[in-house]
């Protein structure tokens, strides 16, 4: 359930998505109701088709995950305890309450592991071939939430790559129109952001994640609107990359760790 778009790409750029499906193991194919896996408790609606999208129009590596985030959250710590939800919309999930370690372990194995590695496998290609890779992680928000409206169209979530981050604010801005959250609706410092910590941050790779509101990814003509309003964007980070160097970014050397992802992750998330 994990699928990598445009592998043969040497472009130094890796859009990562992953909540871009609500796909779920056969053995669990009755455990979710549709209506919840077809909610944003599912999936991050839209995201998976802009992740598509903007990998074919740039050409780029892309790695999504198509199981749904019901089942394991792949951008959640292994000790976070939402990485399995025990409730959504105020209801229980009783496909996620009081499971055996064993079961546990076995999402972890068959979902959770092969994600990442997919995606350190994608950054020890490209840093293998070319220059240090740019990390786009591919979000999206509900437009409501605990009954308050949220009025951003697009929010850029951030920690310690603030560079790339208001590169990207100012270019949204620019738009008449978008409003742009700055680490809003969530913040990019927040410990739910797990991927972008693990794979960008530790190694030094320049990084953005972006949200964009559901509504305003329901069709495929909203998806190819913001296709048209992000490439620009992109395109224009990926030819700063190439005339100047980020010191703050570019200290650590990469640490690929593809074969050993499971057990390297909880020794990061120890230290």
């Known amino acids: 359930m994990v699928v990598r778009s445009c592998c043969d790409s040497t472009k130094p750029l890796l859009l990562v998505c992953e909540h871009a499906g609500v796909g779920v193991p056969e053995s669990l194919s009755n455990a979710y109701p549709e209506s919840l896996l077809s909610s944003h408790y599912g999936c991050d609606i839209g995201a998976g088709k802009l992740a598509r999208a903007l990998s074919e129009r740039l050409q780029a590596s ?3 995950a198509h ?6 959250d792949a951008n959640r710590r292994l000790d976070d305890p939402t990485l399995l939800l025990g409730t959504a919309n105020g209801e229980p999930v009783a496909a996620n309450i009081d499971l055996p370690a064993i079961d546990i372990d076995a999402r972890i194995q068959d979902l959770y592991v092969p994600f990442h590695a997919a995606v350190e496998a994608e950054l020890q290609r490209l840093t293998a071939v070319g220059p240090p890779p740019l990390y786009v992680a591919i ?3 509900t437009p409501h939430l605990a009954d308050q ?4 169209h697009v929010g850029v979530m951030w920690d310690q790559d603030e560079q ?3 590169h990207v604010i100012n270019g949204l801005r ?6 742009v959250g700055d680490n809003q609706p969530y913040s990019g410092r927040a410990s739910e952001d797990f991927s972008i910590d693990y794979h960008a941050e530790r190694n030094g790779f320049a990084n953005v994640a972006l949200e964009i509101r559901q509504d305003l990814l329901a069709t495929d003509s909203q998806v190819a609107t913001w296709v048209a309003r992000l ?3 992109i395109e224009s980070l990926l030819v700063r990359s190439e005339t100047q160097t980020n010191d703050a970014l570019a200290v650590r050397e990469f640490r ?4 050993t992802f499971e057990s390297a992750a909880r020794q990061w998330l120890a230290s």
Request: glycine share 6%; no cysteine; hydrophobic share 50%.
């Open 174 to 179: 620019a738009h008449d129109g978008i409003v």
């Open 149 to 152: 409206g949220r009025p951003w």
């Open 139 to 141: 979000h999206s928000f």
């Open 256 to 259: 690929p760790d593809v074969l």
């Open 67 to 72: 199981y749904s985030r019901l089942v394991i």
């Open 231 to 233: 490439l620009p964007l």
């Open 62 to 64: 892309a790695v999504l």
């Open 164 to 166: 790339t981050a208001r």
